[in-house]
């Protein structure tokens, strides 16, 4: 099984939020290493590229090319739980500083 780490840009089924369908679609992990070793999961928030529907809790990705996606994108604060097995391929990663901001909105979200 492959593994995947904090900052990875991986490629994953979403589930529209009203259930309507499912859409491959790029995502971040932001879960941590310790709950990568105690569970099967990852934590992923979801990637977009439609930079004209930024929200609270959204990131624009800095370095967008080097973390393996084909346009400007926003990282949001639409979360998701999945099964490691569902990530479909890794893309690339998210350097540390876009990470940090990653982290520093979903505190936002989260009102951590």
């Known amino acids: 099984m492959i593994g995947y780490s904090r900052g990875d840009v ?12 499912r859409k491959l679609r790029p995502a971040v992990v932001v879960s941590s ?3 990568h070793r105690a569970r099967q999961e990852v934590v992923v928030a979801a990637i977009t590229s439609n930079l004209g529907r930024r929200r609270f809790g959204d990131y624009l990705i800095a ?3 080097g973390a393996g996606l084909l346009f400007p ?3 949001t604060g639409i979360l998701r739980t999945i099964k490691r097995t569902m990530i479909e391929r890794k893309l690339g ?10 982290d520093r909105e979903l505190s936002r979200c989260l009102g951590l």
């Not at 991986?10 to 369908?21: A, R, Y």
């Not at 990663?93 to 990653?102: F, G, R, Y």
């Open 63 to 65: 370095e967008w090319k």
């Open 93 to 102: 990663s998210v350097p540390e500083a876009d990470l940090k901001a990653v």
């Open 10 to 21: 991986v490629l994953v089924g979403f589930v529209f939020s009203d259930e309507s369908g």
């Open 33 to 35: 290493p310790p709950y």
């Open 73 to 75: 994108s926003l990282a």
